[in-house]
């Protein structure tokens, strides 16, 4: 499911389809779509692992890079938003996530 | 009547979000609709009422406030099935559902593909669409030329899906 950037889409164009998606999201979670809310969050985070095809700065950052492939492998898995799976991924990446922060020496 | 063709439709009929480049004449999408009018609903209600969007600026901005857009690409058309809520009654939601199911089983039939979307935000499409005050919109329904062949999803067998027999 890996998204070919379109040429034609600025940086700025790409952040507000996420920010839309953000504020749609919120809206339609706390409405009536409350189950929801962790899936389109990780949605949230794989529409940003796309943020270096954009902006220079970012183009060799590994955490983002990483984050979109574990994301991936979640839905290349049917069914992924059940719970024993997705209770899995969230795991992996909070344990990616804990690697990252060490790595980025948060904890001294 | 050939049943067996229609199961075959109804079998092999798969969610579409790849689309090719060929244009759908509005005569072919106007049959969809013509699929749906004839959907039973509550009363003979007919709660429904159809907004054709064509048009790529629309459909991307519909795009953007549908968080449900998951894996879609570029549609060329969208269906807006809307609510009557003149017409409406407590089964309205039974009647759009038998709608939109004509409008998936005539297209596959027809050599069209669709996707059907719910997770949008109803206040910024009525705006966005200007639709009246009574018309409510509850589903999306994109239509194009399919340009992928999904694999079959798993179903559950028959045996897990019938909880009683009374002979």
């Known amino acids: 499911m890996t998204r070919k950037k379109k040429e034609s889409k600025s940086g700025n164009e790409y952040l507000f389809e996420i920010i839309s998606f953000l504020i749609t999201s919120t809206k339609r979670c706390l409405n009536s779509e409350s189950e929801y809310c962790p899936t389109r969050l990780v949605q949230a985070l794989y529409q940003l692992s796309f943020l270096p095809d954009y902006i220079q700065e970012l183009k060799d950052d590994d955490f983002l890079f990483k984050m979109r492939q574990q994301i991936e492998k979640l839905y290349s898995e049917g069914d992924f938003w059940q719970k024993p799976t997705f209770k899995e991924f969230t795991n992996a990446l909070s344990n990616e996530l804990l690697d990252e ?6 904890i001294k | 009547m050939n049943s067996k063709l229609l199961f075959q439709v109804i079998k092999n009929r798969r969610s579409i979000r790849k689309y090719g480049p060929k244009k759908v004449k509005i005569e072919k999408i106007e049959k969809l609709i013509e699929a749906a009018r004839w959907a039973p609903s509550a009363g003979n209600s007919q709660p429904w009422k159809f907004a054709i969007i064509a048009n790529k600026k629309t459909i991307n901005a519909l795009k953007m406030i549908t968080p449900g857009w998951l894996g879609v690409d570029d549609p060329p058309i969208i269906i807006v099935v809307c609510l009557d809520t003149k017409r409406a ?44 005050e009574d018309i409510k919109p509850v589903l999306f329904i994109t239509v194009g030329y399919p340009d992928q062949e999904p694999i079959n999803p798993s179903r559950l067998s028959l045996s897990e899906l019938i909880v009683k027999r009374l002979e």
Do not use: W
């Open chain 1, 101 to 106: 922060i060490k790595k980025r020496k948060y």
């Open chain 2, 89 to 132: 009654t407590p089964y309205s939601h039974i009647d759009v559902g038998a709608a939109m199911q004509n409008i998936l089983l005539y297209a596959h039939s027809s050599g069209l593909g669709c996707c059907t979307i719910a997770s949008f935000e109803i206040d910024s499409t009525i705006n966005l669409l200007g639709l009246p």
